[in-house]
T-cell receptor, first 112, second 110 residues
Framework: DSGVTQTPKHLITATGQRVTLRCSPR?????VYWYQQSLDQGLQFLIH???????AKGNILERFSAQQFPDLHSELNLSSLELGDSALYFC???????????FGPGTRLTVL | AQRVTQPEKLLSVFKGAPVELKCNYS??????LFWYVQYSRQRLQLLLR??SRESIKGFTADLNKGETSFHLKKPFAQEEDSAMYYC????????????FGKGTRLSVIA
């Protein structure tokens, strides 16, 4: 077990709604990464936080935002949801930027 | 542009046969290459990274800068190797995120 936890496991919601996905990194890890996995796009990097600060942004929509809190857990907020946002959202953590990333089990989001 | 290409979506081999999962990349600079594996109903986990030059579960991968490839190999496939395999790269600086290929599903037939 890598120690990264994500809640909830599954989320079903309607278009136009807003959801929050939560990630707790492994103990001692300062970096948190968010990825989106969809059938057509594969695994895509969304955003990286290190010790509370945003470090890098990938293909993250403006409707999506994230933050890392002082206790190092992170939340990914998805708003004005569209059908195409249905995907698996993974969180990963590492000790520092560039170190091995350990993945959580993912949150499966279904937008109806 | 950074890109990782895994040309095979599905690879089926017989138990005991050699396995090679292909990975090609494009990156302007010095990349670090990884293989991640996802077994059924489990989370993505690191299998190996090129800088460590390890052999994990009998798998090896050699970075070929000339051919920009990082193929994953195993001489004798086992049924428990059946899984989804993802090749990924990042920059050596450590501040670049992982870029993943679309994955290859390996099915080892008894």
């Amino acid at each position: 077990d890598s120690g990264v936890t994500q809640t909830p496991k599954h989320l079903i919601t309607a278009t136009g709604q807003r959801v929050t996905l939560r990630c707790s990194p492994r103990s001692g890890d300062l970096s948190v990464y968010w990825y989106q996995q969809s059938l057509d796009q594969g695994l895509q990097f969304l955003i990286h936080y290190y010790n509370g600060e945003e470090r890098a942004k990938g293909n993250i929509l403006e409707r999506f935002s994230a933050q890392q809190f002082p206790d190092l857990h992170s939340e990914l907020n998805l708003s004005s949801l569209e059908l195409g946002d249905s995907a698996l959202y993974f969180c990963a953590s590492s000790v520092g930027a560039g170190d091995t990333q350990y993945f959580g089990p993912g949150t499966r989001l279904t937008v109806l | 542009a950074q890109r990782v290409t895994q040309p095979e979506k599905l690879l089926s081999v017989f138990k005991g046969a050699p396995v090679e999962l292909k990975c090609n990349y494009s990156y302007s600079g010095s990349p670090e290459l990884f293989w991640y594996v996802q077994y059924s109903r489990q989370r993505l986990q690191l299998l190996l990274r090129h800088i460590s030059r390890e052999s994990i579960k009998g798998f090896t991968a050699d970075l070929n800068k000339g051919e920009t490839s990082f193929h994953l190999k195993k001489p004798f496939a086992q049924e428990e190797d059946s899984a989804m395999y993802y090749c990924a790269l990042s920059g050596l600086s450590g501040n670049t995120p992982l870029v993943f290929g679309k994955g290859t599903r390996l099915s080892v037939i008894a």
